[in-house]
């Protein structure tokens, strides 16, 4: 099993299939504009850190208990929050959509079963399957990155997984989907949990409408949400989910013991109850996401619609030139998604001039060095 002259992490029985494996990350620069992992650029503002902070603080006074293993308020502000007369029964929440994402892998993937999920899309996705020894198959995406609804259906009925991974806005894409493509996924995928993982939702664009308004009588149907992005808390570890009763209950028996911290149920109760202040640049965000998409048109480079706050532009040769480049100018976006492309995540207005500038003397030079 292990070569006896083999040393650190070799010498160990680590499972076959993660040797050689580097974690997850996206690569980390200290330059002055971050653009790089879809975090809100605004920070809480002062009213909402005081009550946060007089919220953990209260909950310290209390820290030699375990916390509530049923995060019941917690869920029932969650539930409020999402409307469409969800009950806390049907909500459940853990330390980032993350790890909701892993629970529902655990609860309802597993040796001998498949998840289904349509490339280009989240990294993170096939490394739950991994790590539930759930077995991967991608799909693939039509040109404009919209689900292309013949080869889905397809898929998951030769497929026949027990889970199929929709995103809506999709990262990195920024592609939401039509309810209709949800709803045609889910009737033929029978009998899987289909979750549509909605990390983005606030900031799709008017007329998107969200998968929540589909849960009442489909009792496979799972939506994801975070308050990583809309909602300026990423550094909380919040995510939750909204389901049928019976989903929940099944994510219970998996759950880690108190896996969710009094401090974490504490700040994200006060967050809710200043939801509307954590919120409120979210239209500007949106206003600056539509504007990065015609400013980039405007410099003659293929644009993904995006309903979420990054945008994914091309075509590039050598994306990779481009975005060193860009790191050059102190500008630190993403190399991800499909070859040629590169991701930008919406900013201030001041990161996003920044950006487009870097962009623009980029591209000229470029440019001029192809064609001398
Ligand atoms: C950012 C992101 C999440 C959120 O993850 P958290 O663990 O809640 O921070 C989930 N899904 C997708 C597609 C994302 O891009």
Redesign the pocket.
Known sequence: MSDPEATGIDALPLRPELRGVEPYGAPQIDVPVRLNT?ENPYPPDAAAVAELTEAVASAAGALNRYPDREAWQLRTGLADYLGHGRRPEQVWAA???????LQLLQAFGGPGRTVCSFAP??S?YPEYARDSHTRWVAGHRAEDFTLDLEHAVRLVRSEGPSVVLL?SP??PTGTALPLEHIEAVHDAAAGAVVVV?E??AEFRRAGTLSALSLLEGRPRLVV?R????AFAL?GA???YLSADEAVVDALRVVRLPYHLSSLTQAAACAALRHADSLLAQVDTLRAERDLTVSTLRGLGLEVAESDANFVLFGQFADRHAIWQALVDHGVLIRETGPGGWLRVTIGTAADMETFASALESVLDTTSKELTR
Do not use: I, P, W
Not at 95 to 101: A, D, I, P, T, Y
């Open positions: 879809n330390n980032g959509s993350n790890e909701v994402m899309t989240y993170m995103t999709n990262n993982d990390a983005y994801t975070t308050m990583s992005k990423a570890r919040l995510g």
